[in-house]
Structure formats: C-alpha cells, structure tokens
C-alpha cells in the first residue's frame, strides 16, 4: 500500500505483510468485476505487494501497480514474473505517466493514508489525469459513523502464521484525533521470542465530505456499497465502497 511518509513502519517485513493481510479474494473478484466492465489498461495505486495487482493480473488484465515502497515492490516483481504487470515506484501524489487507462483503484484502505484535504486533493488530481474520459475510479475507505473511533488501550487484535510456521499474536492502541480527523494505530506483534512495533495514522473522512471532494474534482458517483457483494451503503455502514466516473466532456 502507497502510504504516508510517517507510515512506512507498517510495510517493512512484505513477506509477512501478505501472510497476515493476503488471501481476501471477494475483494479481488470486486475490482477484477470492475476491470472487466471498463476495457483497457489498470492502474492500481498504492498497490504494496501486488495482492490485488497480481489477481488481476492472472486473469489476463493488462495492470500497472505504483507504490512507494521499494521493499514491497521488490516482492510484488518476485510474485509477479511472467504476468501482465508492471510495478513503478512512486508517490501517488506526483506520479506522471503517458499512459491514459480505464480503470483507477485504491484497496486497503489506502485512501485514508492521505492525511490532509490538500494531499486527498492532490491524489485526485493524479487520478482524474490518468483516466481516460468517462474512466472508472473505484476505491474503499472506512466509515467514521459506522467505526468505533474512541482511545483504546492494547486490545488483541488476532493472529496469523508467519513464513516460517511460527503464530504470530497481534495486539495495538488506537488514539484519534477529532480536530484533524486522523486515527493514530500502534500495533505490537509478538512472536514469544520477540516484539516489534509499527505506527500508522490514517484519516476519516465522512460521506458527505467524501461525495462533495469527488464531485467538486471532476467525478461522478455512480454506486456506493458497504461492502463486496455490492449491500448498498448506509451511514451506519463500517465501509464506503465509491464507484465513480470521469466526467463526460473532461
């Protein structure tokens, strides 16, 4: 995943990034679907080890994965010999590519890494200059009325194997900051003989603010579901799943 500067302790072990995060394919299906619907090339960004890019790209789609993570597009190029798919280092914010393509799409949530309006602006500018007309944008955030966004101290969070069989507790603290509607995430990995820490910050952004940022950077909003198989979304809804549209005659 494509994240803040501040965030890359999150991303640094891709091997087990994908053990513990890899494997949701009614995700994967969900943008493949949309792939198929919008003909021509895909870009993923913030695309991190290829999770998705690489689904896509199995089936045939002719992808583009940006991150900006070396460790983890390192992995990706290793999972993806001999498919359809070319990984590209980049911020989101400043990418620039010649290439024009039919479907845009974020997944992870990587959306709320963008932690200021100017930076959600900005990755929209990169978006809306990439898609060809009345191209596809399609991209997943969390709900702030449908999650619960109160201090926490360490809760389990849940496990997973690691590469070399070993479970591996997972355990964290969240603390939001109302005023600049960012969650601040410390999560603690134990593996009996050793711990690590990793920070990430990631910002709320409610639906109506959501729609008017869309709507006023050259998009329409086609659907809005809260989840993979397509439930429509309501504002008590954990996630914001926006299918959009470049706007005709931009």
């Not at 994908?18 to 919008?38: P, Q």
């Not at 910050?201 to 959501?210: H, I």
């Not at 998009?219 to 470049?246: G, L």
Request: aromatic share 12%.
């Amino acid at each position: 995943m494509l994240i803040n500067h501040n965030n890359l302790e999150e991303y640094r072990d891709p091997i087990n990034y994908d053990l513990e995060f890899g494997g949701d394919t009614t995700k994967y299906n969900f943008y493949l679907e949309a792939a198929r619907s919008s003909p021509g090339e895909v870009l993923e960004l913030a695309c991190g080890t290829g999770l998705a890019t690489i689904h896509l790209a199995k089936s045939g789609i002719n992808i583009t994965g940006v991150d900006i993570s070396a460790a983890m597009l390192a992995y990706a190029r290793f999972k993806a010999q001999g498919l359809p798919v070319e990984f590209i280092e980049a911020d989101a914010l400043t990418f620039d590519s010649d290439k024009r393509f039919s479907l845009i799409y974020l997944t992870g949530n990587a959306f709320q890494a963008f932690l200021s309006e100017e930076d959600q602006v900005a990755l929209l500018g990169t978006v809306y200059k990439h898609l060809k007309p009345n191209g596809m944008f399609v991209f997943e955030t969390r709900n702030p009325w449908g999650t619960d966004l109160s201090d926490e101290e360490e809760t389990t969070w849940g496990e997973f194997t690691d590469q070399d069989g070993i479970k591996v507790k997972v355990s964290g603290t969240q603390s939001y900051d109302a005023r600049n509607q960012i969650m601040h995430w410390v999560t603690f990995r134990d593996w009996g003989f050793r711990k690590t820490t990793s920070r990430i910050a990631c910002r709320f952004t409610d639906n109506d603010t959501l729609k008017h940022l869309l709507t006023s950077h050259g998009f329409t909003i086609e659907s809005q579901y809260s989840d993979w198989d397509k439930t429509p979304f309501t504002p008590s809804s954990s996630s914001i799943i926006s299918v959009c549209r470049k706007k005709q005659g931009e």
